[in-house]
DNA sequence: CATGAATGAGGCTTCATTCAT
DNA sequence: GATGAATGAAGCCTCATTCAT
């Protein structure tokens, strides 16, 4: 399972692409707005500008959507992620940059990341698990970036608790911006988060 | 709005209550299979034991049911923590064993906080505000007992931060089970997560 | 088919009276309101002053609450209008006062009369009928009245059609009153339709 | 607020005719039966040739087809009354020829003419209104000719009022047909209200 | 007699999906 | 490939009526 596997009866592969990019672009604006269960497919054919018919020739039910919504939302966060990281000199700073960087992408796609949040539980079993495995993937990028740039040796459960811990916060900050971006700015709650994170591990400034 | 604002026809407010309570059980049952969207009025009022028409003599809508189940769970899970909290000493162990309580509490809830944490959303604004709110309250208890047990003063935010920091560390741990619980058990979890937290406020042993 | 053929459970009968009376009173206040069809039963045992329960302890069917005002309603403007005709004394005079009165309780009766003008039809057959004939009876009493008053004689059909125009006349102020009670007093209308039932009628001044 | 009005998901306006005539023609066969409260929408879909789900691409709630319903009917009775009407030569005979053909559209349209009695009251305020005006403006029809062929000059309102008393006298050959047409055939009751018409108004044969 | 909780058939409406053009 | 009209299963909710207390 795989966002090929979304089946199109449509052959041109250019096309799909195009017509897919549309649909997703539509369709995160409306989930934004009402969430999947409450968004239609003709809304959704509507915003991406075609017909009802169309949308359905280039997926087969509405899940579909989600899926290639959710998927696309993974992909975007994990190349920018993956842009960030230079494992090249892997130092304390550079570890520390990444996760702030980490925070600073959160920031950016709040909304999105709402969106899978939410929504990803609505997916059948088998494509959830396809988008959970980006998700574990994720995660393991941030736990090698800390076992990779942390002088001490953490061991495998405790990287990947803290890359855990590191992941939901970023998530928080959107998730729950309800609660804390009335009290913080975004690089008070960076600076704040990595300040205790420093502290968790002991580093020292 | 609260939960007596739900309007019933029938006025034995004992009945109200029992009712209510089994459609609440009910309905948390059939959430937990299949969430608020995909399960119908009719099926709740068949796991509540009772028939649709009852049901609708206990609710107007079928909203009405999802605001009682998340403010049901929220006011269970307030109750149940806020049984934890001792405040008469106010010491650092007294804080770790509300820190651990609360993470044996989400694991006891698992399944109830995914509920609410995936449900709220569908609530309308104002009964949303509303269920918010007790969430505010929570993280606030845990606020307040990190303030008094901690010897160092803690600033307003800070405490803010890591209050939310340990309540969604406790929520991530039921809602992210897929990542965590197949490497983590319960008491590793919370011991790794108590020992980052002592790291990070630079409390020794 | 008669008012005394409703069949209540309740014996004693000066309570059915009582009861029926409460009854009619509320249902007319809704009818009048938002019609008989967009009423319900509750509805009518709560404006009635009682349950639900005792409302279906004194009739059988929503239908026969209908049937109870249809009923009410003609016999209460049957008996007004039969006070008013005095046929001792034959004379013109006598007839124009008969049909000023009966205008007049039109106007007064206007939203009953309306009730009646539109939910009649929602009688099953068998009440229809015999509310139906009730009318008849009324129209037969304009009837009666115009052959007695009249010096020339009417023939039969003459003295019913005439008879119908004016009961239709009559009911048109209350029914129509968004197209009269604009433009004409109670009193004008009156004249107005006096005078040229006199004019054609030859009927000198 | 007119028939224009009734949104349709459909574009085609070809179609939209089409099909919303069936669905007319449909819906009065089922209101003539049973009334607009009694008979459903599900009823009115397969009456008029099509699914359910397609009655519901051409109108939006129930209360619109009894919209277009009494607008097409209004319609039909204004334009073939309006067809009659000649004022090229504004003689007497003109006139008691318009009142016979308007008659004479009553008695064929007889069952259309009792649903729009009876059930106009069931549509909403705004839409009641509309509805209504057509009414007016159909008297108003009368009025003129009557104004416009007599000699003798009537005031405004009597005229007003005379075009009312034709108005209702056609409608009531069909509304009280269980009254009239057992004693009455079309052509009897015709020529005694036009007699009894020119008597009102001292008009020799 | 009075009450009101319980029932469930049935009504209105939505919307994912198909398919002929 | 694109369109959009057609479909009907299925969802939410109402309300007349019953019956145990």
């Given at each position: 399972m795989t966002e090929n596997d979304v089946l199109s009866s449509v052959k041109n592969q250019a096309l799909i692409e195009k017509r897919r990019n549309q649909m997703i672009k539509g369709a995160i604006t409306l989930f934004k707005e009402k969430g999947f269960h409450r968004t239609t497919t003709r809304e959704i054919a509507k915003e991406s500008g075609f017909s009802i018919g169309t949308l359905y020739e280039y997926i087969r039910t509405k899940e579909d959507v989600l899926f290639l919504v959710c998927d696309s939302i993974y992909e975007q966060v994990r190349k920018r992620l993956d842009a960030k990281i230079?494992?090249?000199?892997?130092t304390i700073d550079n570890l520390l940059n990444v996760i702030r960087s980490y925070f600073e992408l959160m920031d950016e796609m709040q909304e999105e990341v709402v969106i899978m949040y939410q929504e990803v539980?609505?997916?059948k079993k088998e494509t959830k698990e396809y988008v959970l495995q980006k998700e574990r993937d994720m995660v393991g990028m941030l736990e090698h970036v800390i076992v990779t740039c942390l002088p001490d040796q953490l061991s495998k459960k405790d990287a990947e608790l803290i890359a855990n811990n590191i992941f939901i916060q970023g998530q928080m900050w959107g998730y729950r911006r309800w609660m804390l971006q009335k009290h913080f700015t975004l690089e008070e709650y960076i600076e704040k988060q990595i300040y205790y994170f420093k502290q968790s591990l002991s580093i020292s400034i």
């Open positions: 230079n494992l090249e000199k892997p539980k609505s997916l």
